[in-house]
């Protein structure tokens, strides 16, 4: 059966930004492809710790933490929902989110940071840890930490399930998910565009750009700037232990199948997505000063992944001034606003009205000098 | 932890680590060789300087005696010999870079910095998934033969070896010597093989000797009124729960000849052939290509074993099946490469070195697109039913990976992102080709098409301890910044 | 299942399997020792609890994880024996603290 020319929207990439739309998008009855890359492409989906995050989010834009915390609270439902339509659990759990500290310094430097995002906004609630409470609700951390920050409004989820269910209820729903499609040229014509793939060219009344990295090269096709820079993040999986911490952390978070994963690094290396003994070593002496009963567990499978970086780390949502009907979509929280990019992004992105917390997410925030990503 | 620095770093102290290293240090290099095992050997002589066996050569034979004076005079080259060693990271580069853990007594984490780095990790037994594969008792040929080798271990009588290969008839007359016998050999190569591989005789012939030997054994085999039984198919293994005892292997059963034999075993060894270990060439980012002869991947090397990465070279069986005595040479060959691109000999030299090498490393291997076309398993082995589980690790089955491949997923890393097949700790060495094979089936492609897992350091697991002894304590470590 | 032919060292290590000492030859590893003695199973999967033993004695499979010394998740194909070991199944998922 071959694959229809024309769809109401295309959505170029099929990662976690992209199928999210994706899956808002045939929700309001749209007919949707999704062209993707390769299996070998850079696909900062996989490279994902799994957090859905809001704590300490927003000290330089408040609405990206209501952004963030309104797609948090959206979570369950929307995992509630994937579940049921394809069996696949995207695994989301919400225990609360801990940040250790390791220093008294640093549990004070993210007491006032938290405290003065509170004072702005009432649902950014926290507590500030010291170790005994600390261990309390995590008895495996040591003793030699501080303390933490936690956030009921935190958790976590599998990004890999996550995505998974999403292909599956978008093509479950009629969408058509293209691999090996990607799409190397947006043309504007007549009020439409011509999306061009390897696998022939498609016609759509909308585009949606969520292909990542590649967002770059795209935009200026339809008139968007998209100023982004990749920044690689380092990734570490144990094998699978005994369950023994319950909450998410930044830097160590076990899944619900046992396995750890370790990460939070950050580093500019151009488009270099390998793994370096130097960040691996420093994860790894990180997560046994948490938690020093790691020090035997083995690590089984590490990555990098290339996050979608703007100068100020914020999102972009925008839909093109000269070419109306094209769309532009960068996060590097994937996981974290996959249920709002599904249930707020899309209606939009199908004809509704822009949301107004999602105002300050548009590129005019970046000066005429900022620096264009390097992709 | 420390550091050190070599012209040219060997993983692997098997044939073709050995020999490299011996001529290597002939040539006037710095050597460092690290291995996993307790000695010197490899797989194919494993503890062949030290047997356990008081009767090591008649029960195991002359070629693998043939490993003692390699090991003799690769202890006596003055390579620095790392035992019990894992090399979990190589980062490239002028020089390269590896990571090494000793487990010994004396273990700990060393950085090893290099001019050259020659991969000589070997082979594994091809993953032959079949229904109950997964149970106690289900064991690889090579796996009992490496248990006779080095435990001086051999099976009881109740024992069926299941497959296809000549490591199948090697064992069975290696315990045949041993005074042993086994219950039944269920040889699953296809009628008509032998027929396909005949065009190949010829040029099998030149090493005629490996013919002679492979009949002599299957006719030992034969003689000794070990049940026999050909082109089987439809291999499976079926399991006991006993109360309050988990399940294990108790019997095989297949077809063969229009019937179906059910055969009780304490004991399944099973064999497919053997298949390059390709795992720390790919996690440098060597090149592969798909082999269709012998069915599996190889990296891409040049004639002298040069890979596509810069001062990366890979010899004997982990660049492409050969046997013992191709390995050797390769290795041989490769540290004559090494020599003349660090300025050791020049080109001339290098000619005239190698041709001995090279002409016995192609009498070697002219025996190959014989064996190959005979014993390389058909599809319908490389592709197991639904139920069978593919990834032993996660255990996911081939049903799941089928499902997964007609919902058009891209490839095997999005297959493991989506179903965990291949994220356990064999790093997918026992699912990796399984998977290609199935989305090559469903999506109407080819195997080199479809392509392979990627693969990063750790090449095997490493504990977060030895991981972390990494960093020199000295050093000031900036983490990134985090804008948002 | 398993049977030693005649050695050419005597050397003996005594050792404890799953709370049973045993006296097995020094050069062997964990896994010979296990399967010498009739264990074929040496874990309970960490994801279904089935049981899973040595598959291929040569350090690529990852089936032979035992607890050795407190330590678990070995692989016993890859560990010599020594004197006073203390060898146990791993029962699903590993048990650091």
């Known amino acids: ?35 993707d890359g390769d299996d070998n492409a850079f696909r900062a989906a996989r490279g994902n710790f799994g957090l859905v995050w809001v704590q300490g989010k927003g000290a330089r834009c408040l609405p990206y933490a209501q952004w963030s915390l309104g797609s948090s609270e959206r979570w369950s439902s929307f995992a509630a929902q994937l579940t049921r339509e394809t069996g696949t659990d995207p695994g989301f759990d919400r225990p609360g989110g801990i940040e250790l500290c390791e220093t008294a310094a640093e549990l004070e430097a993210g007491h006032k940071l938290l405290e003065s995002l509170h004072q702005r906004e009432a649902g950014l609630g926290y507590q500030v840890l010291d170790n005994a409470a600390l261990r309390r609700r995590v008895p495996a951390a040591s003793a030699q930490l501080a303390g933490a920050l936690y956030s009921r409004n935190d958790g976590h989820a599998n990004p890999l399930f996550t995505l998974s269910a999403l292909h599956q209820a978008f093509q479950l729903r009629g969408g058509a998910y293209l691999p ?17 793939t390897p696998g022939g060219t498609f016609e759509a009344g909308r585009v949606v750009l969520a292909a990542g990295l590649g967002n770059a090269r795209l935009g200026p096709m339809v008139g968007l700037r998209a100023p982004i820079a990749p920044l690689r993040g380092q990734i570490m999986v144990t094998e699978k232990l005994a369950p023994f911490l319950d909450y998410p952390t930044l830097v160590v978070r076990q899944t619900r199948e046992g396995s750890v994963m370790l990460g939070d690094s950050a580093e500019n290396v151009g488009l270099d997505d390998g793994t370096t003994r130097n960040v691996m070593a420093d994860i790894a002496r990180r997560a046994r000063t948490a938690f020093p009963m790691l020090a035997h567990a083995r690590i089984v499978r590490a990555w990098g992944a290339l996050r979608i970086m703007t100068p100020d780390g914020l999102p972009v949502y925008e839909e093109s001034a000269a070419q109306p009907g094209a769309f532009l979509a960068i996060c590097h929280s994937g996981v974290t606003l996959a249920a709002a990019h599904a249930d707020t992004i899309a209606p939009w992105i199908a004809g509704g009205a822009r949301p107004a917390v999602i105002d300050p997410f548009v590129t005019a925030r970046f000066n005429a000098s900022t620096e264009v990503g390097y992709v | 932890m420390s550091e050190l620095q070599c012209d040219l770093l060997i993983v692997g102290a098997g044939p073709a680590g050995m020999a490299a290293a011996i001529e290597a240090r002939a040539r006037g290099l710095t050597v460092i060789v690290a291995d996993e095992g307790k000695q010197a050997g490899g797989q194919i002589y494993r503890q062949a300087a030290h047997s356990p066996l008081a009767h090591a050569d008649q029960v195991l034979g002359a070629d693998y005696a043939a490993g003692r004076p390699l090991i003799a005079r690769f202890m006596a080259s003055g390579a620095q010999y790392f035992a019990q060693t894992l090399v979990w990271q190589i980062e490239p580069g002028a020089p390269l870079s590896a990571m090494l853990t000793c487990r010994g007594e004396a273990g700990g984490t060393l950085r090893v910095r290099a001019q050259a780095l020659l991969l000589a990790t070997g082979a594994q037994e091809r993953a032959w998934p079949v229904r109950g594969w997964t149970l106690p008792g289900v064991m690889g040929v090579g796996a009992a033969q490496t248990m006779l080798k080095a435990g001086g271990l051999v099976p009881g009588a109740n024992t069926v070896l299941a497959g296809s290969g000549p490591l199948l008839w090697l064992y069975a007359s290696q315990l045949l010597q041993a005074g042993r016998t086994l219950r039944a050999i269920v040889d699953t190569t296809p009628r008509g093989a032998l027929r396909g591989a005949l065009r190949h005789l010829p040029r099998a012939w030149r090493a005629g000797e490996y013919l002679f030997k492979g009949l002599r054994m299957m006719r030992a085999v034969r003689r000794s009124g070990i049940e026999l039984y050909r082109a089987a198919r439809d291999v499976e293994v079926l399991g006991e729960a006993q109360p309050h005892l988990p399940a294990k292997a ?22 497919q052939g053997v298949v390059p270990g390709g795992n720390a060439a790919r996690s440098i980012g060597c090149a592969h290509r798909w082999d269709d002869a012998q069915a599996c991947w190889q990296p891409q090397v040049d004639s002298w074993g040069r890979s596509s990465v810069a001062r990366v070279w890979i010899a004997g069986d982990g660049a492409g099946i050969g046997g013992a005595k191709a390995a050797e040479h390769a290795g041989e060959l490769a540290a004559l490469d090494i020599a003349a691109d660090l300025g050791h000999i020049d080109p001339p030299t290098r000619a005239s070195a190698s041709r001995a090498a090279r002409a016995e490393l192609d009498h070697h291997l002219t025996i190959r697109p014989f064996l190959d076309a005979l014993y390389t398993p058909p599809p319908s082995l490389r592709r197991p039913a639904e139920d069978v589980v593919v990834c032993r690790c996660e255990e996911v089955s081939a049903g799941e990976i089928r499902r997964l491949a007609r919902l058009d997923c891209a490839g095997p ?20 080709t399984t998977v290609g094979e199935l989305l090559a089936e469903v999506q109407g492609r080819q195997p080199r098409e479809v392509g392979y897992y990627r693969i990063r350091a750790p090449i095997k697991p490493v504990t977060i301890d030895e991981l972390a002894t990494v960093l020199p304590t000295d050093r000031d470590f900036v983490r990134g910044e985090f804008p948002s | 299942m398993f049977e030693l032919l005649p050695l050419s060292t005597a050397a003996t290590v005594s050792i404890d399997l799953d709370g049973h000492t045993s ?32 598959f291929c004695m040569m350090g690529v499979c990852f089936e032979c994880l035992v607890d050795i010394d407190g330590v678990p998740n070995q692989q016993a194909c890859m560990t010599p024996v020594r004197p006073g070991m203390q060898v146990r199944n791993m029962r699903g998922k590993a048990r650091l603290a």
């Open chain 3, 23 to 54: 006296r097995v030859p020094a050069h062997f590893s964990v896994a010979e020792a296990l399967l010498a003695s009739g264990r074929n199973t040496c874990r309970a999967s960490q994801v279904s609890g089935e049981p899973r033993g040595p």
């Open chain 2, 413 to 432: 890393n999005q297959l493991k992102a989506f179903s965990r097949c291949g994220m356990g700790p064999c790093q997918g060495r026992w699912c990796g």
């Open chain 2, 250 to 271: 108790r019997a095989i059963r297949f077809r063969a000849g229009g019937h179906q034999y059910e055969i009780p075993a304490d004991l399944i060894l099973l064999h």
């Open chain 1, 180 to 196: 090996r499609h990607e799409v190397t040229e947006v043309r504007p014509f007549a009020g439409r565009f011509d999306v061009v």
């Open chain 1, 1 to 35: 059966m071959s694959v229809p020319r024309t769809f109401d929207i295309v959505v170029a990439g099929g990662g976690l930004v992209g199928m999210a739309i994706a899956y808002g998008l045939v929700r309001t009855g749209a007919r949707v492809a999704v062209c």
